[in-house]
């Protein structure tokens, strides 16, 4: 039989059926499992028999959702956390030893930037940056130490795009393993692993759910490399909840057809801006206005559903279109059914200096829109109300 196409197979990847016959795959809120006998459960924890133990460890919901994930991204394994930064953290505190060496794009997100430069120097792990736009001085950054190169694309908030192609390369180079965040992409958009990316992590809580209703996170990729996330979770806890899982495989059967609205509505949103008094530039990856534009017709389907624009008249501009949206959502969240705004350098980004913001492309007039899925023409009326207000 050939191979399910993507939708296929995010509606038809679903657990064994039980004696009632559902066609949708049931809840299975439960904390543990019974065994049969002694020897059932000596050969479980023996890890002899392949089976659900302890919901910390393994649950059916879990599995479906991280059996999907898997088939989209084109991986061999893959764990399901009950946060995008719970999997961030706990990919890193797996696989990493005091001493070790990060090098990472400066564009990432700012929770995971607090984890390299707060949390993991703690234990004598320390990270290099490199700006987006010079990936040409990566090399020149690795040391013996090294033992991951880190990546967002796009990024966040800015929508920089980073060559895959170009990354995968340097990993293979230098025996480095390649971790990519696909939170804005989605599977259904890029799929790292094809150009040479060994795990690829996603926040589940933006557009796999697509409804801002729960959170999530999950990490696939090589198998003896989950293995050890799998383990250091396992012990550590930071499990997603069954009913989140469920959640999130069921949102999962819908995210082609919600990704497709999110890009055709965000490329006539960019295109607006683009035109807009008000508006001094527009970064959108499928805008050949974009530095990056070829490099994102590369390796993705579409440009996704985050545009990046700078208001003319800096903070207090972004401060004041803020104030005068009136359908749209202020919101730190994305990924939305529900278009959703934000300016950074007000808000998410007001503690970092103006030079720190500048190193990841975040002027005091940059604008992030979320562009959701209602009627475009509304959410462009909303933009350009406010843009002039």
């Known amino acids: 039989m050939s191979k399910s196409h993507f939708e296929t197979d995010a509606i038809r990847t679903q657990i064994e059926r039980t004696e009632f016959l559902e066609h949708t795959s049931p809840l299975y809120l439960t904390s543990s499992f019974v065994f049969e006998d002694a020897e059932d459960m000596r050969a479980s924890f023996a890890e002899e028999k392949e089976r659900n133990i302890y919901s910390r460890f393994t649950n059916p919901n879990t599995s479906e959702f991280v059996d999907k994930i898997c088939k989209m991204e084109g991986a061999e394994s893959g764990y399901a956390f009950a946060t995008g930064m719970a999997a961030v953290f706990s990919t890193f505190a797996a696989l990493l030893n005091s001493g070790d060496h990060i090098v990472a794009a400066r ?73 990519i965040d696909n939170c804005f992409a989605t599977p259904y958009l890029q799929n790292p692993i094809k150009f040479g990316a060994d795990l690829v992590i996603h926040s589940a809580t933006k557009l796999i759910d697509g409804q801002g209703r729960v959170l999530g996170g999950i990490t696939v990729g090589k198998k003896d490399l989950i293995r050890e996330i799998y383990l250091f979770s396992r012990n550590t806890g930071p499990s997603l909840s069954p009913f989140n899982a469920w959640v999130l495989s069921k949102s999962l059967e819908t995210l082609a057809v919600r990704v497709d609205r999110h890009c055709e509505n965000a490329l006539k949103v960019a295109t607006f801006l683009e035109e807009h008094s008000q508006v001094n530039w527009v970064k959108y990856p499928f805008l050949k206005s974009h530095p990056q534009y070829e490099v994102a017709r590369n390796q993705m389907k579409a440009g996704g559903s985050i545009v990046a624009f700078e208001i003319k008249g800096g903070v207090e501009a972004g401060r004041k279109f803020l104030d005068a949206i009136k359908m749209c959502s202020l919101s730190a969240n994305l990924g939305d059914t529900r278009t959703i705004v934000t300016h950074p350098a007000s808000t998410t980004h007001s503690k970092l200096s103006e030079e720190d913001r500048l190193q990841v492309s975040i002027t005091d007039g940059l604008v992030r829109v979320s562009v959701g899925l209602e009627n475009v023409s509304d959410v462009i009326a909303d933009l350009d109300q406010a843009l002039r207000a």
């Open 107 to 179: 564009s990432v997100f700012g929770s995971t930037h607090t984890l390299f430069t707060k949390f993991l120097p703690k234990w004598n792990i320390n990270t290099s940056y490199f700006k987006v736009n010079e990936t040409e001085k990566i090399r020149s950054l690795i040391t013996p130490e090294t033992k991951i190169l880190f990546a967002e694309t796009p990024t966040n908030p800015a929508v920089d795009i980073l060559d895959l192609e170009l990354l995968g390369e340097i990993a293979r180079e230098h025996n480095l393993i390649l971790i």
